[in-house]
Nanobody, 111 residues
Framework: VQLVESGGGSVQPGGSLRLSCATS????????MAWYRQAPGKERELVAL???????NYADFVKGRFIISRDAAKKTLYLQMNNLKPEDTAVYHC??????WGRGTLVTVSS
């Protein structure tokens, strides 16, 4: 199983980014997927979930700002991040089935 995140970068507060997680080696349509993040000096925290049944769930601190989605044909998971805040600065990781992790992509929100 391989997960490769992309789309991170530096953005000003209020800006947007779209993260992607390209997957291989798993049956994507049957796999629960998630985005986690880890800020410097902090523990890893769950950002959003996308179940194989199509349900989504969000951490309270991103509700109304982030949208998780998936493209089964491309076997890719996405995270649309809007109205970014400095506290969103972190390395964002893709997770598959709670067992497999990508290396992450860095998001920096700063003026």
């Amino acid at each position: 199983v391989q997960l490769v995140e992309s789309g991170g970068g530096s953005v000003q507060p209020g800006g947007s980014l779209r993260l992607s997680c390209a997957t291989s080696g798993l049956v994507f349509s049957l796999t629960n997927m998630a985005w986690y993040r880890q800020a410097p000096g902090k523990e890893r925290e769950l950002v959003a979930l996308s179940s194989r049944g199509g349900r989504t769930n969000y951490a309270d601190f991103v509700k109304g700002r982030f949208i998780i989605s998936r493209d089964a044909a491309k076997k890719t998971l996405y995270l649309q991040m809007n109205n970014l805040k400095p506290e969103d600065t972190a390395v964002y990781h893709c997770d598959a089935a709670g067992r497999f992790w990508g290396r992450g992509t860095l998001v920096t929100v700063s003026s």
